[in-house]
Each structure stands twice: as structure tokens, then as C-alpha cells.
């Protein structure tokens, strides 16, 4: 690797603590309105609800495209320390560890038949569940993809140039999107598998090397915007475009019309996160910068987590929900969403914060003040 470049330092941009409380919200109600919910006898407006959360499952997506974009930013400014990788690998450790064995602990003893599952879970790689024929019992896939992930990128960081790093991500991304099309053609759509489902992280890699290099050379990130537009609006198209074989019963252009989905789905997430990165601090974006979103997303991970388990619990002791009990739905809802809130808040400040804290103890010390300058995040 040549001399690399001079990396400003990660400014924290709080439109994505927000955005990252709109991709859990998300992922929850996809759960409790769309993925446990029967079609039948439901008042028109749980219906509308069922349908308009069954595209929650971008919030993952999100998260994918947010992980990528902001490690890759770190590991960038961090990528000349001696101690890159005990530094990533400790940061990575306290981050996601603690409540991610809590769950597991929660899932072996409280799921009957969860052993097989917790024992890849505990691997990082529960994402390959289905392919040994393991029943799944939580959310670890996606922690499992992104393990995966970032066990060789730190390295291709490391050892390219940002300019050849940004070509690694395209190649990734686009390598994942046609192997999509290519499993589609035999009639395959788990896209829990990694090799399939990496487009996201790569995509947040790429941008995070435009932004990058928009520091660098004293570019302001807005005169990329029409790219990112235009991704978001072919996202857009291919969705819509995806229903034309989705309503196909046949087997392959059934995966057809997941991979034309999934990929115009990391297209908007992508599109939509540039274009904030781009304007952050607008008017327009207050929102996400507001106290509701963001509160979501400092409790995100915790909220990611457990909310099954919180759900999981309520219809064991109440029952399973009867089709057409709109007073039961209700109810579920209020009371899942309200514990799983409760619980969240909780592990973020009995776990997760305390775990954080030990940070100092472990990570070896920045040379210069400049190097301390860029907040925590979430997702570091």
C-alpha cells in the first residue's frame, strides 16, 4: 500500500441516529403487523397495516448500508495506529457482545430446540441456519453477516488506497446483486446467506470512500447528489418492477421478482442515506435530528434484539393471537412495543453503556487530540 492519505476526522451526523431509530421501528412492526399477522377477517385498516409493514424488513437494509458506511469510515481514520486491529476487534467486541449473549442465554434456555441455532449464533453464523437445516430462534443472522463482513475488510482498509478500496466495494456490491439474479435463475432467495446479502455493507464501504475523498479534496458531498438520486429513484422503479413476476406462483420467477426487490431495496436505502450525509444539518432533515427518532436510535441494537423474545413471551402467556380479534391486536401491539421499549432502555444503560466504558481500559490511546474529536456511534 502506498502513502495513504491524510483522513479527517468522522464528524458525528445526527440525521443517522435517527435514521437508525426509523430502520428498528421498522424491523419491530414488520414483526408485529406483517410477519406474525394472518390475512383474514381484520378490520381494513390492520389489513392496510399488515400491508404497509410488510416492506419493514428494509430496515435491515438500512442497518446494512448505515454499518457499512460508518465502520469503513472509522477504519479509515484509524487504518495508520499500530494498533488497528486490536483496537476494531475490542471496539467491535464491547459493542455488540454483551447483549448479544444475554439473547443467546434468553434463547437456549427459554425456546425448546434452540441448542443447533445458539451454537452457529455463538459462531457468527446463524445466517447459514437453513442451509444445515437449523430452525432459526432470533435475529442473530444479521449480526452473523456482519461479522462475517468485517473479518476480511479491515484488511483490504488497511492495505489499499482509497481509490482502490472504492473499486473492492463496487465489485462486491455488484458481485452480490448478480449472484442474486444468478440463484433466482435455479429458483433460490435466501438472502440470509452472505454472499448474497453484502450488497448493503458494501454499498455504506463506497460511500463512505466518496465521503472520504470529498473531505480530502474540499468537495462538498451535495454535488454528488444527483447520483445518489438516481439510485434511489432506480430502487424505486425495480421494486414497483418486482411485482410484475411476484405475482407469478411459479418457483423462479418468484425469485426473480426477490432479487429485482431486494436489490432496487439496497438501492433506496443507499440512495436515501447519501443524500442525507450529503445535507446534513438542512431544514428539511430536522426531523431526524428530533428527539423521538433519535431516542430510537440510541436503543436501537438492544431494540433489534429482544423485541421477538418480548413478543415470543406475550403469546406464550396470553395465547396466539385469533384471527379478527382486533381488541387482542391492539393489545399485543401496546403491550410488546411498550415492554420491548422498557427492556431496551434498560440494557442500554445497564449493559451496554457500562460495557462501552471499558473502552478506556482496553484500547490503546489516541496520539492527538485531533483523533479523539469523532463522537461515539452506535454502530462503531
Not at 433506496?268 to 435530528?289: D, E, N, V
Request: proline share 4%; glycine share 6%; charged share 15%.
Amino acid at each position: 500500500m502506498g502513502t495513504p492519505a491524510k483522513v479527517h476526522t468522522l464528524p458525528h451526523f445526527r440525521e443517522l441516529d435517527g435514521i437508525r431509530g426509523i430502520a428498528s421501528l421498522l424491523v419491530f412492526f414488520h414483526h408485529l403487523c406483517n410477519a406474525t399477522i394472518a390475512p383474514g377477517n381484520w378490520t381494513p385498516a390492520i389489513l392496510e397495516l399488515r400491508s404497509v409493514f410488510e416492506f419493514g424488513v428494509a430496515g435491515v437494509d438500512i442497518f446494512f448500508v448505515l454499518s457499512g458506511f460508518l465502520i469503513t469510515s472509522l477504519l479509515l481514520r484509524d487504518r495508520t495506529r499500530p494498533a488497528y486491529y486490536r483496537d476494531f476487534y475490542w471496539k467491535r467486541i464491547l459493542r455488540i457482545v454483551p447483549v448479544y449473549i444475554l439473547c443467546l442465554l434468553a434463547a437456549l434456555f427459554f425456546i425448546p430446540h434452540s441448542g443447533g441455532y445458539v451454537l452457529l449464533s455463538a459462531l457468527f453464523i446463524a445466517n447459514f441456519a437453513n442451509v444445515v437445516h437449523v430452525q432459526t430462534a432470533g435475529p442473530f443472522w444479521s449480526l452473523a453477516l456482519e461479522e462475517q463482513f468485517y473479518l476480511l475488510w479491515p484488511t483490504v482498509v488497511r492495505r489499499r488506497s482509497v481509490t482502490t478500496l472504492a473499486r473492492c466495494a463496487l465489485a462486491i456490491a455488484v458481485f452480490s446483486i448478480a449472484f442474486r439474479f444468478v440463484a433466482a435463475a435455479v429458483g433460490h432467495h435466501n438472502y440470509f446467506l452472505t454472499f448474497l446479502r453484502s450488497d448493503g455493507l458494501a454499498i455504506g464501504a463506497l460511500l463512505a470512500c466518496r465521503f472520504e475523498r470529498s473531505q480530502r479534496e474540499h468537495l462538498p458531498l451535495s454535488s454528488d447528489a444527483p447520483i445518489f438520486a438516481a439510485a434511489l429513484i432506480t430502487g424505486i422503479f425495480l421494486c414497483f418492477g418486482a411485482t410484475h413476476f411476484a405475482n407469478s406462483s411459479a418457483e423462479i420467477p418468484t425469485a426473480f421478482a426477490a432479487a429485482i426487490f431486494q436489490t432496487g431495496t439496497t438501492f433506496i436505502c443507499g440512495g436515501l442515506i447519501a443524500l442525507t450525509i450529503a445535507y446534513t444539518g438542512s431544514k428539511a432533515l430536522s426531523p431526524l435530528r428530533g428527539r423521538f427518532f433519535t431516542f430510537f436510535g440510541l436503543i436501537s441494537y438492544a431494540l433489534y434484539m429482544i423485541h421477538l423474545y418480548v413478543m415470543r413471551s406475550y403469546d406464550y402467556l396470553r395465547g396466539s393471537l385469533i384471527t379478527g380479534d382486533t381488541q387482542g391486536y391492539v393489545i399485543r401491539l401496546i403491550v410488546v412495543f411498550a415492554i420491548s421499549i422498557a427492556a431496551s432502555v434498560i440494557l442500554r444503560y445497564a449493559v451496554e453503556l457500562p460495557a462501552l466504558s471499558l473502552r478506556k481500559h482496553v484500547l490503546t490511546k489516541p496520539a492527538t487530540k485531533a483523533e479523539t474529536e469523532a463522537p461515539i456511534l452506535a454502530s462503531q
